[in-house]
């Protein structure tokens, strides 16, 4: 089965600077790549996602990037903010009679003002 | 638009007790339904998902049940609770067809004394 690795597990950036998180995958037949955001005690927010058709992705100051070969792709936040830190999640997806998700360990983001 | 309810928001019951949490869509209709379990401070334990009526899928075998009695409504229950049912529970949902995006419930917190 499908199997998402996540780094690093935590991840402190100054107030300003960038933060990038990577995920690997294992299942080529995975092509939907969607990152979550979860505030401390609040449900996972769906911030941004990548199709296996597109190299890359932006929305202001959040991009995702794939790699399909090398089976693997980022989250870059830049001009980071205190509202920022959160944990990040990163899946990947594939249909099997039914959308199926596996969900990387997450990563805990702390941007210090 | 689509929303999602879960109840009730927390919960805290005695080892060995039942269980029943429930979960429902509105604005969409045949959705895939989730339920994860996050323990605190951890990632995202994917329990069961159902892509219709009376269909569940376990991915993880345990003390906990699944049943969906309706196209909108996901039901989580429990015979007899343990203290490593702990966690905070949430219900995800992705729309019916060939959609992919998948978004969660508010959670229902459970403390397992």
């Known amino acids: 089965g499908e199997n998402v690795e996540q780094h690093p597990s935590t991840l402190s950036v100054q107030e300003g600077d960038s933060a990038v998180i990577k995920c690997t995958y294992s299942?080529?037949?995975?092509?939907?790549f969607p990152w979550y955001k979860q505030e401390l005690g609040k449900r996972p927010q769906l911030i941004i996602d990548?199709?296996?058709?597109?190299g890359e992705k932006k929305d202001q100051r959040i991009a995702v990037t794939l790699n399909k070969t090398a089976k693997h792709f980022s989250l870059h936040i830049t001009e980071t903010q205190p509202e920022d830190s959160a944990v990040y999640f990163c899946?990947?997806?594939?249909?099997?009679?039914?959308?199926?998700?596996?969900f990387g360990p997450g990563t805990r983001l702390s941007v210090l003002p | 638009s689509q929303t999602i309810h879960q109840w009730p928001a927390t919960l805290v019951q005695p080892v060995g007790s039942p269980l029943s949490l429930e979960c429902t869509v509105e604005?969409?209709?045949?959705?895939?339904l989730y339920w994860y379990r996050q323990a605190a401070g951890r990632g995202l334990q994917l329990l069961f998902y159902?892509?219709?009526?009376?269909?569940i899928s376990s991915e993880v075998p345990q003390n906990l049940s699944a049943s969906r009695p309706q196209d909108r409504q996901f039901i989580l229950s429990s015979k007899k609770l343990l203290l490593s049912d702990s966690g905070f529970y949430l219900c995800?949902?992705?729309?019916?067809?060939?959609?992919?995006?998948?978004?969660f419930g508010p959670g229902t917190r459970l403390t397992v004394l």
């Open positions: 990548i199709r296996s058709n597109v």
């Open positions: 159902s892509v219709g009526i009376g269909q």
């Open positions: 299942d080529s037949a995975s092509n939907y």
């Open positions: 995800a949902w992705v729309s019916g067809g060939a959609a992919d995006t998948q978004y």
């Open positions: 604005g969409t209709s045949n959705p895939n």
């Open positions: 899946a990947a997806s594939h249909w099997t009679g039914g959308q199926n998700f596996v």
